[in-house]
Nanobody, 117 residues
Framework: VQLQASGGGLVQAGRSLRLSCVAS???????????MGWYRQAPGKQREWVAS???????NYADSVMDRFTISRNNAKKTISLQLNSLTPDDTAVYYC?????????WGQGTLVTVSS
């Protein structure tokens, strides 16, 4: 499974962005059972979990993004998205798409989100 993330960019505080991640080279029957998520890594910090969505559609969020970010998935398109609202400079990071099934896990290449004050 190859994960390709996109949608990052430079945005002012308070604005929104939408990140997408497509599981290329994966047929639908492979994508559907995957638990998907987003992580981020800010400069000089460790990678941290942001949000996740299970194969059945259940979602969870880190406290720091609760009520601001929304994760979703489209199984037919083999994509997940992360809607980022009310961005702050603390959200500046490289955002990584992640997929997991059992002991297998996969990472995308990351997309940079920069929030200016």
């Amino acid at each position: 499974v190859q994960l390709q993330a996109s949608g990052g960019g430079l945005v002012q505080a308070g604005r929104s962005l939408r990140l997408s991640c497509v599981a290329s080279r994966a047929i639908t029957s492979v994508f559907v059972p995957l638990d998907m998520g987003w992580y981020r890594q800010a400069p000089g910090k460790q990678r941290e979990w942001v949000a996740s969505i299970t194969s059945s559609g259940s979602t969870n969020y880190a406290d720091s993004v609760m009520d601001r970010f929304t994760i979703s998935r489209n199984n037919a398109k083999k994509t997940i998205s992360l809607q980022l609202n009310s961005l702050t400079p603390d959200d500046t990071a490289v955002y990584y798409c992640h997929a997991k099934r059992g002991i297998s896990e996969y990472w995308g290449q990351g997309t940079l989100v920069t929030v200016s004050s």
